[in-house]
């Protein structure tokens, strides 16, 4: 028989890294969670028995007394062992520090499992945060301590703790938000996906996401699909190229999705937007597109 305990935290007053969820689970043979997507980080750490995680084209085989790391908006999959399921708990987390923290512990893309000989004592922070559900400033300080005493737990000191430095992850936030963006515009009418760009830059989906959020403000889907409908007013307002044609060439294989895409951001369909562009907005565009023109190429 399955158990599952879970503890959802709302109305959160800490801000900057802070606990959104725990839960404690005894699966049974096969269980499996995903493919899926969290909005959150979380860790599992396995208690007892074993099971299969699955990121992307990596596979780990996680057995008790290790753990693993699930990044935001990266697609997941996990499993029991049938022949000796896992039991496992879970802490789900997020705020503006968690990547810095993460990396500091050692735990990020390029590394997602972990070890910690400290096997009953997560187990008893977990239940204690399990047993705390009232919701008020004290207790959720309360929780906070214990969910910082699990993340001490989860860092252990088998590995020395890595420096972050704030200019050196910065130049490399840079480099990889340049290199998408420049993929981004030289292809998008190849119809992208997330997944393409995050393999050409060889970052995960939630490193990317993790990018585009904090330096943009928008993901990574938001900024292509707001590259293709801004790329798509112009060819309809300065070329008579059908819509189908546009939405082909902004890499739209599906003109009805282009057209429903288009009309939220833009609140009008393609062609009644076309059909509305003044005649004085269109030549101000074509002459300011004529002027970025090299000599003799008018």
């Known amino acids: 028989m399955e158990q599952s305990i879970v503890l959802q935290l709302t109305n959160r007053q800490i801000q900057d890294f802070y606990l959104c969820f725990c839960g ?5 043979r096969f ?18 028995g074993e099971g299969e995680y699955v990121v992307g084209d990596s596979r780990y085989h ?13 697609v997941t ?21 968690a990547p810095e923290y993460l990396y500091r512990m050692g735990l990020n893309h390029n590394h997602l499992v972990f070890k910690s000989s400290e096997r009953e004592r997560i187990r008893g922070l977990v239940m204690e945060m399990l047993k705390h559900n009232k919701n008020s400033l004290r207790n959720e300080f309360y929780l906070h301590g ?10 252990g000191d088998e590995q020395p703790e890595q420096q972050y430095d704030p200019d050196h992850h910065r130049e490399n936030t840079n480099r990889y938000l340049r290199e998408a963006v420049a993929f981004i515009q030289q292809h998008f009418s190849e119809g992208l996906q997330v997944a393409d760009i ?13 990018i585009f959020n904090e330096t943009l403000g928008v993901s990574p889907k938001e ?29 739209f294989k599906n003109p009805a999705a282009f057209s ?13 937007y076309r059909s509305t562009v003044s005649a004085v907005y269109r030549e101000r565009l074509q002459r300011e597109l004529q002027s970025l023109l090299p000599a003799g190429m008018e």
């Open 24 to 28: 404690y689970e005894k699966c049974d």
């Open 31 to 48: 269980h499996y969670f995903g493919p899926a997507v969290r909005p959150n980080y979380v860790v599992h750490y396995v208690l007892e």
């Open 62 to 74: 996680v057995k008790a007394g290790q753990g693993f790391l699930i990044e935001p908006n990266t």
């Open 77 to 97: 999959f996990y499993q029991a062992c049938p022949d000796n399921p896992w039991t496992y708990v879970w802490v789900g987390f997020s705020g503006p520090r």
């Open 146 to 155: 214990l969910f910082y005493e699990f993340l001490s737990c989860v860092a």
């Open 198 to 210: 995050a393999r050409q830059v060889a970052v995960s989906r939630g490193y990317l996401y993790q």
């Open 223 to 251: 900024y292509l699909t707001n590259f293709c409908i801004t790329r798509a007013t112009e060819l309809l307002t300065l070329s008579e190229q059908p819509v189908e044609e546009v939405a082909e060439s902004c890499g």
């Open 260 to 272: 429903a895409i288009f009309k939220k951001r833009m609140g009008v369909a393609p062609t009644k």
